[in-house]
């Protein structure tokens, strides 16, 4: 690997900041779960490649046998947060870091890279723009605006899909709110049992919390983003954890509603 760059690993995982994670108090318990999100991954191949500086530029990237997405793909390798901010863009830094998961996956002897992405930008989603600019082709869009995002390494890889759940799911409710959350993010523990709570209740909405807390739970999510979803009356709302502050949410649902 480029001295650049380290990856995290069960010696390391308690010391070492985790990029996005890197000063919010409120978050504290996020951050923990979090971490043992992550321990629990790395004992299954999962990989968290970021620079070796205090930044928020990483890669975390897992084997399609055990995939946090409800998606279909065999012998794959699935890139999950991917994150080149601040100073650090335009660096080359995405694709230096994007090249170390294809190297692990072609010596993992892997046919494929996949990822989630909005057909548009969505938040805290990668741009599919730039995915597609380095020869990622979108395999597969849903009603909702997520794509399906595939670079082959080989040419005999197997065209991965999306799973039944995310159109047919008793899982979001018809009426008021309903968020899909898991630990892949050490923010929305908080911004989802905390804030969105305290949003929908003093605007006298209904909240269903979906808290996927296992690859099986993540396999047959109703959203593609496993990290946070908000659906409004059954509608995909945003992938934005923000809209969960009273300050916020207003503005952004009248904004979002009818786009």
Not at 185 to 197: A, D, G, I, S
């Amino acid at each position: 690997m480029n001295n650049d760059f380290l990856s995290l690993t069960l010696e390391n995982i308690e010391t070492e900041h985790l990029c996005c994670a890197i000063s919010d108090k409120k978050c504290k318990e996020g951050y923990q779960n979090k971490r043992l999100w992550l321990k629990e991954r790395i004992n299954e191949g999962f990989g968290f490649t970021k620079l070796n500086e205090r930044a928020k530029v990483f890669v975390e990237y897992g084997p399609s046998e055990h995939a946090w997405f409800p998606v279909e793909a065999e012998n794959a390798m699935f890139v999950y947060c991917f994150w080149v901010s601040g100073r650090y863009k335009k660096q080359g830094y995405a694709k230096r870091l994007i090249a170390e998961v294809e190297k692990e996956a072609i010596a993992q002897g892997r046919d494929m890279l996949v990822t989630v992405a909005g057909v548009k930008k969505f938040h805290f989603m990668s741009d599919p723009k730039w995915l597609l600019l380095q020869g990622w082709r979108c395999v597969e869009e849903t009603v909702d605006g997520f794509g399906l995002f595939v670079k082959k390494i080989s040419p005999e890889a197997k065209k991965p899909k999306f799973c039944d759940s995310i159109v047919n799911s008793d899982k979001v409710s018809k009426k008021g709110l309903t968020v899909v959350y898991s630990s892949r993010c050490p923010f929305t523990n908080y911004y989802v049992e905390t804030e969105l709570r305290k949003t929908a209740d003093i605007r006298g909405l209904s909240l269903q919390i979906v808290k996927l807390q296992s690859q099986q739970d993540a396999y047959s999510s109703p959203s593609p983003n496993t990290i946070f979803t908000l659906f409004i009356d059954g509608q995909f709302i945003t992938t934005d954890v923000s809209i969960c502050l009273d300050s916020r949410f207003d503005r952004m649902v009248s904004k979002l509603v009818n786009r």
